[in-house]
């Protein structure tokens, strides 16, 4: 690119999300990291966004507060659902209903207001935990959404929603954020870690990320209970 | 139907959702009313819209916070932009970035956790104001997102997106309203009403508002400034 072409990256503070910053960043957007309020179990994903976002030089971060637990119906926004420590048969009680087309939705009105025309995620349809909302089906169908619903697609232009991680394993993922300087350290996956990130370890979050690592060859960084 | 099918219904507070909350009530959905609360100029719509729901019937009337202040963008939620008073050409400074995307999107997650397979919404491509996200083309593209993102697309079941409003004149809106014993003093359609729900009159919203009363030859119960 000539001149830096400007993108919405949703960075959760997690593994994936960090991932795909280093490469947005590393392909030469503009990035503007965002994150969402969105009544979860702990504050330490929010607060390694927000870190993550600044070390890596994205030119803005910005966390939208919407009350999901208003909706409940996941583990991870109802108190009363407990977190499950096995992987459980078909969709998990920590799916949160209808989240990423909320996430993309509002990413979709700041990128409009910002003016840039490409959307990153970290969703993934192979290490994944069973959401309908992270197959590439449901992305190509939020892409035509998103050029309806605005004036970019008014005006004849495209947005774009970019699923750099969607078909790579774990392992894969963890290889590509590594070889670009990616401190994994800093961030948190743990559906229910502490208020200072430290990790359950026996979570299905957890236990994909401790999974992946293995597979890496690469050294665990994180920090458990 | 024999047994009632629910509904989630997105009640503004403005003429045209009571009309269609009335419409969903009346084919006999036990209907579930949304609003959010996501930084509009005034109060007014949402008491008008909780108010409504609770005379009309609705089994549940909930709010959702969610701060659309932190993406701007619009005369609706950002200060430093008037609501206009004379009609512009293109998309109006009073459109919010990806609002019915976002709002549907909510909407989509409620009723996932309701069991709700049908989400009723008052957009209208007769008498609009030129917003992308009221088009038809938008609605069946969200349509195919929510039949995908969710529990109930996985299921094989279908998400449906009821837009009763779609292709009629504000007159005729009026007139079905009417026919349903629905009261449209209580509704609230100016942008930048005061507190106890007075409208400006001078608005794009209060103009066809005001046109519509006129061609279908009722009395105009809006209170005025």
């Not at 977190?83 to 700041?110: C, D, H, K, M």
């Not at 350290?185 to 293995?214: H, I, K, M, P």
Request: proline fraction near 3%; charge should be negative; include cysteine.
């Amino acid at each position: 690119m000539t001149t830096k072409e400007k993108a919405v990256v949703l960075v959760s503070g997690g593994l994936d999300s960090a991932t795909v910053l280093a490469m947005a960043l590393a392909e030469g957007f503009e990035c503007y990291a965002l994150a969402f309020d969105y009544g979860q179990r702990h504050r330490a994903e929010l607060d390694a966004s927000r870190d993550i976002s600044r070390a890596l030089g994205c030119e803005a971060h910005k966390v939208i507060t919407l009350d999901l637990r208003a909706i409940g119906g996941s583990a991870l926004t109802d108190d009363s659902i407990e977190v499950p420590e096995e992987q459980a048969e078909g969709i998990p009680v920590t799916y949160v209903p209808a989240r990423n087309t909320v996430f993309l939705s509002l990413a979709l009105g700041w990128a409009e207001v910002l003016g840039a025309n490409s959307i990153h995620i970290g969703v993934n349809a192979v290490d994944y935990s069973g959401y309908p909302d992270c197959r590439p089906e449901f992305i190509a169908a939020f892409e035509a959404v998103a050029n309806l619903a605005t004036q970019v697609g008014v005006e004849g232009q495209t947005m774009r929603i970019h699923t750099p991680l969607m078909s790579l394993t774990k392992a894969e993922i963890i290889q590509r954020g590594m070889a670009l300087g990616l401190d994994y350290g800093e961030t948190v996956s743990c559906y229910q870690a502490s208020d200072n990130g430290l990790a359950c370890g026996v979570c299905d979050s957890c236990r994909l990320r401790r999974d992946g690592f293995l597979a890496a060859g690469a050294a665990d960084p994180t920090k458990y209970f």
